[in-house]
């Protein structure tokens, strides 16, 4: 099991940058595929990243790529997602998530991660 806590996220104009970081438990945070997700209020759950076990693969959603950046720390045991550019529809919560140790593809979908963090909210003003 591992816990998932995010950090970093806050109300930022348009045009601007942040960066959240979810940082995890344990001593086995490489053996996990890692995403990002956002959830705007009233809308479902969207993938937004995801990086592979050691980070040398990584995919983004088309509403982000080339604004946005995953990356990974693993003796740090954190993952991090910067954000440029940030548009107001860019405002969710997001959400960090981990795959089972047993799967170390990079996957898009919210019923193939088992670890959720709580969530940060990240508000873009016009």
């Known amino acids: 099991q591992v816990l998932l806590v995010e950090s970093g996220g806050g109300l930022v104009q348009a045009g601007g940058s942040l960066r959240l970081s979810c940082a995890a438990s344990?001593?086995?945070?490489?053996?996990?595929?890692m995403g990002w997700f956002r959830q705007a209020p009233g809308k479902v759950r969207e993938f937004v990243t995801a990086?592979?076990?050691?980070?040398?693969?990584?995919f983004y959603a088309d509403s982000v790529k080339g604004r946005f950046t995953i990356s990974r720390d693993n003796a740090k045991n954190t993952v991090y997602l910067q954000m440029n550019s940030l548009k107001p529809e860019d405002t969710a919560v997001y959400y960090c998530?981990?795959?089972?140790?047993?799967?170390?593809?990079?996957?898009?979908?919210?019923?193939?991660?088992?670890?959720w963090g709580q969530g940060t909210q990240v508000t873009v003003s016009s």
């Open positions: 998530a981990a795959r089972s140790p047993t799967l170390g593809a990079i996957a898009t979908r919210t019923n193939e991660y088992v670890y």
């Open positions: 344990g001593r086995t945070f490489g053996t996990y595929a």
């Open positions: 990086i592979s076990r050691s980070g040398s693969s990584t």
